[in-house]
């Protein structure tokens, strides 16, 4: 038989089209009803039973990015994890931890029931108690400080919480008292907010890749993993597949860089000279956007061109390994592309110089003309929920922003020293130490020395785990609380949007919590009520109703579908350029900075008071802004948040003059880099997509894919060391050696090793630490369970070392030496 | 801002006649044909196109009234694809999964996708979800979407249809139809069916050679 060529493909369809129109109503003959209209999604069936699954929208947790989820139940269970398609963020994927959130539900090694400690601190013998028993006995302890007027002596260390999690929890914490309440974000990227902070406002910012024509990516891991990993990674992946151009600058071969146009290897920390040179061929070039730098930035365009002429390629390439011709091609290729965006993450920012690399990074987009720009680098657009608040004066220790001089700016405080900090004891210790979902024995560097604080009764008399898994500091605590996962949870979201128009999210219970395990914010509304704090809310549910209520956006809605989009919004660009409402008797203008803030909101007493010390000098005078004058008008400009910051893109940061650092975007060598003697080495970390973040590591579909994290070593470092692929090797540091294995390849700079984060556990559970459980069942693929190995914690080698502004833990600064073990 | 590329008219004319010729695919194989059907069929247009690619009805079957052919050919449909012993299946599940039954994981497959682009099944529809005259249906409706797509420039929304059409075709179509066809050629005593059966196999392996 004749193949179909396209002469006679013609010829059929038009047969076929011809044969539909002779039927007359042809549509009665078909089975399918309704037009197509793609993503939709939502629907699912057993493969078993094949009975059609409920479908239930929900928010991810198992990463920062917070996608939306929909979940599938057949009976009680949960089966199935997807994206959701209405969603405007991740547009209906999601990655693998999303998927394997399963695993999390139903993970033999979860807690289920309140414990106490009955053996030594740390000896793992624990009895089971009744929530009652578990919350007289911390109802005591509190009500023991508070009576005593001691309320800061409670604090509370929590990890990633955001919306209406962490609003609930701050409303008991303020109506009981403390505001010792400590974070996470030093460990990952206070860094780069601090530098956003000090240069353009308000942090987090959105790479608009969908519309851009060029992308730049300093130290990005971003296809595996970032704040908005799905959001920003398929939005890339559009965009490269319409010919834009990606350059990626790491010091290793990520499967970003792997997958970009161009992987430019660079030497660890030097990111900042890189973006300073480009800015050099930019301005020398006079390819730089004269208008955006003259309105809106706060230096001429003279005093940017004297400042960077300091950084020629010629230098930069000395400084980074990074050919000078290699980074006038990208400057001026990337100035031509109108609009380009720059990337960054931890590669350049967890440095001690990562707050400069940072503030050059986001100058150089500045002076490209990129800055809130559809294609460009913006401010993230965010829902703004309206919450019950409880308002109340605290007290606090300080302990939280590192010891003094620790940080000129730590913002985002210093919660990799809070543990150091408890140690010394001259800002005095917490009574109650109470962790909730937050891991300090394996999230900050030096375990050992983490581990020992932790243990030590002296140092904390009463150690409070709430986790949903029996983690490296649950182990160690002397009350355990099973708080639920995140799949049976009541939480609203305020994840910021690429698609720049607002979403608000709602995480509901995709089934009812397992055993006893309860949501750590209905706990602490009992505890307000066992200790007669009158909150406003009876329960997480009532909170997210009232503020539901509050915002104007349905409860019902979001029930129904997950998340919410004003259908009628359009993607928000340029903010800054709107004219600003500056009304107000409180109302004053600082005629040093141009603006107009009400200091009212500010700590200053008087009217006098406030115009006496001006808006730079005038404590939390930020909270008071109200709008940049810019020749006659007064504009939104880049609002300032956290430090007294003008309206204007701050080059060059006053701030930063003020604590005797550059003004303007700098290079700050790395000291320790500086002093390396021969064989030392730069340990860096990096995460992979399946084990991202600190908490994953016993979901067992994803330990199946990785569970082993051999060292990478360059083949020349390796030559000089004597180390062959498979080795096992030591790698020490000043404060700990780990042992792991060799891997020697080409995917790294010589003169460093490569260590992933997060595996490597010594708790958790069998898939996470390797050690079954001997109380409860194991998981039913124990037994088909093929691989042995954890991994290595880097953690235990790196110092709890903060970037001396933001107070960022210096994660990639470490040096080492690498022997044969 | 760089355009995206612009699909021409080219591509919006072969978007439309492989709709026609999935539609045309969906009415042979749903069920019997009726007489409104075959009197379409037999209209010139339609007939002198398929001659020119090589399908010669013969005289009997010009000649005979739309009724009476609607009768037999419901006969040979019947003897071929509902009851025994000949009895071939015109569910993809039984020609792919791994127990070859009924209602089986490819049916709930093809459902899910079928209902996820926000298409239903008709109440009156009486067979099962991955009929193979069905799925000839959906491509229809998926390659009609994109069709209107690429009228409106509507690049993205084109693109994506492309890639549901790919998928489906992959996952669901390219690994069974042309051995369904093969074996309606083997089975049958019907120069239609037969020539049908031909016709579609040509295209279904032009399909995929164009998709790769």
């Not at chain 1, 459980?773 to 080698?797: R, Y």
């Amino acid at each position: 038989m004749a193949k179909l060529n396209r002469r006679s493909f013609v010829k059929l369809g038009a047969a076929g089209i011809a044969f539909l129109a002779g039927i007359g109503r042809a549509d009665k003959l078909f089975a399918l009803d309704d037009e197509v209209k793609l993503g939709l999604g939502g629907k699912d069936y057993s493969p078993i039973t094949q009975d059609k699954r409920k479908s239930i929208p929900s928010t991810c947790w198992q990463c920062p990015s917070r996608d939306a989820l929909t979940c599938y139940t057949e009976g009680e269970r949960l089966v199935k994890i997807e994206g959701n398609v209405e969603s405007n963020r991740n547009r209906g994927k999601i990655c693998s931890k999303g998927q394997s959130g399963v695993n999390q539900v139903y993970n033999p090694d979860r807690l289920l029931y309140p414990l106490k400690r009955i053996g030594k601190r740390g000896d793992g013998q624990y009895k089971r108690i009744t929530w009652d028993e578990a919350l007289n006995e911390l109802t005591a302890a509190l009500k023991k400080l508070k009576d005593a007027g001691t309320p800061e002596k409670f604090m509370l260390h929590h990890g990633r919480v955001d919306g209406s999690d962490e609003k609930i929890i701050n409303n008991f914490l303020t109506g009981y008292g403390t505001g010792t309440v400590g974070n996470n974000t030093s460990t990952g990227e206070s860094g780069k907010w601090t530098a956003q902070e000090l240069t353009w406002g308000k942090y987090y910012d959105v790479n608009d890749t969908e519309n851009t024509n060029m992308i730049l990516n300093f130290g990005s891991n971003f296809f595996e993993d970032h704040t908005s990993h799905i959001q920003l990674a398929q939005r890339t992946v559009e965009a490269m597949s319409r010919g834009v151009k990606l350059y990626t600058f790491d010091v290793r071969l990520s499967n970003t860089a792997a997958r970009s146009t161009e992987w430019i290897p660079v030497k660890p920390g030097t990111d900042g000279a890189i973006a300073l040179a480009m800015c050099n061929v930019i301005l020398d070039n006079n390819l730089q956007d004269d208008g955006f730098i003259k309105t809106w930035t706060n230096v001429t365009l003279e005093q940017l061109k004297k400042h960077m002429s300091q950084y020629t390629p010629k230098w930069a390439e000395q400084i980074s390994g990074v050919p000078a011709n290699k980074i006038k091609e990208l400057a001026i290729a990337f100035a031509k592309a109108k609009p380009g965006t720059i990337v960054s993450y931890r590669g350049a920012v967890a440095h001690y110089n990562g707050v400069q690399n940072e503030r050059a990074i986001k100058t150089l987009d500045a002076i490209c003309g990129n800055i809130d720009v559809k294609g460009g680098t913006n401010h993230a657009v965010m829902p703004e929920w309206k919450f019950p608040e409880i308002n109340g004066r605290v007290k606090q220790l300080d302990i939280l922003d590192g010891f003094k001089g620790t940080a000129a700016f730590p913002t985002h405080n210093v919660n990799n020293q809070v543990l150091k900090m408890i140690k010394s004891g001259k800002a005095g210790r917490p009574a109650i130490y109470m962790t909730y979902l937050y891991n300090p024995a394996y999230v900050n560097g030096e375990c050992a020395e983490n581990i020992e604080i932790l243990k030590d009764e002296k140092l904390i008399p009463y150690l409070v785990a709430v986790d949903f898994a029996m983690t490296e500091t649950a182990v160690l605590a002397d009350l355990i609380l099973p708080d639920v996962t995140y799949l049976e949870r009541w939480s609203l979201e305020d994840t910021m949007s690429y698609a720049m128009i607002p979403e608000f999210s709602l995480r509901q219970p995709i089934i009812k919590p397992l055993g006893e395990a309860r949501q750590f914010q209905d706990v602490t509304i009992e505890l307000s009520k066992r200790l007669g704090i009158n909150l406003g809310y009876d329960s997480t549910l009532d909170f997210i109703k009232q503020s539901c209520a509050m915002t104007k956006v349905s409860f019902e809605y979001l029930k129904e579908h997950g998340i919410y989009a004003d259908p009628s919004a359009k993607p928000l660009y340029k903010g800054y350029a709107k004219q600003a409402n500056y009304g107000g008797e409180t109302v004053i203008y600082d005629a040093g900075t141009g603006v107009y803030w009400d200091w009212k909101k500010s700590d200053a007493k008087t009217a006098e008071e406030a115009a006496a010390s001006g808006y730079t000098d005038t404590k939390n005078a930020y909270k008071g802004y109200k709008g940049q004058k810019i020749g006659g008008l007064v504009y939104r400009g880049f609002a300032p948040d956290r430090v007294n910051k003008s309206g204007k893109f701050e080059i060059y940061s006053g701030l930063l003059k003020a604590r005797n650092f550059e003004p303007m975007p700098s290079y700050m060598p790395i000291p320790e880099h500086k002093k390396m003697k021969d064989k030392e080495l730069v340990l860096t970390t990096y995460k992979v997509n399946v084990q991202a973040t600190p908490e994953i590591q016993n979901c067992k579909w994803l330990s199946e894919i990785y569970h082993d994290n051999p060292a990478w070593i360059n083949p020349v470092t390796a030559g000089d060391l004597g180390i062959k692929t498979g080795q096992k090797i030591k790698i020490k540091s000043g404060v700990d050696e780990i042992l792991t294995t060799a891997k020697v390849t080409n995917g790294v700079v010589p003169g460093i090793v490569a260590v992933s984060q997060y595996v490597g556990h010594w708790a958790y559970g069998e898939f996470a630490s390797g050690k079954k459980s001997t109380v409860f069942v194991a998981d039913v693929d124990s037994n088909t369970k093929w691989w042995k190995e954890t991994g290595v914690h880097p953690n235990w080698v790196v110092p709890n070392s903060p970037d001396p502004i933001a107070g960022q833990q210096r994660s990639m600064d470490t040096v080492v030496t690498v022997t044969k073990a | 801002m760089k355009k995206v590329k612009k699909y021409g008219n080219d591509a919006i004319k072969t978007a439309q006649l492989r709709s026609g010729i999935y539609g045309f695919l969906a009415i042979i194989y749903l069920k019997e044909l009726s007489a409104e059907s075959i009197k379409s069929f037999k209209k010139p247009e339609v007939l002198n196109n398929l001659k020119g690619m090589g399908f010669n009805p013969d005289k009997k079957f010009l000649n005979t009234g739309e009724n009476v052919l609607s009768g037999q050919l419901a006969a040979e449909y019947n003897r071929l694809f509902i009851i025994p012993p000949v009895h071939i299946s015109m569910y993809a599940s039984v020609w792919l999964d791994k127990d070859k039954i009924l209602w089986g994981e490819t049916t709930s497959g093809i459902k899910k996708i079928i209902e996820s682009v926000g298409l239903s099944y008709k109440d009156n529809w009486d067979g099962l979800p991955d009929h193979i005259g069905v799925l000839f249906e959906f491509m229809k409706k998926l390659v009609e979407k994109e069709t209107s797509a690429l009228a409106t420039g509507d690049n993205k929304t084109a693109s994506s249809c492309a890639e549901y059409e790919k998928r489906f075709l992959n996952e669901y179509m390219f690994n069974w139809v042309r051995k369904f066809c093969e074996t309606v050629k083997k089975e049958t005593k019907s120069p239609f069916y037969r020539e049908m059966a031909g016709l579609t196999e040509r295209f279904i392996e032009f399909e995929e050679k164009e998709v790769e």
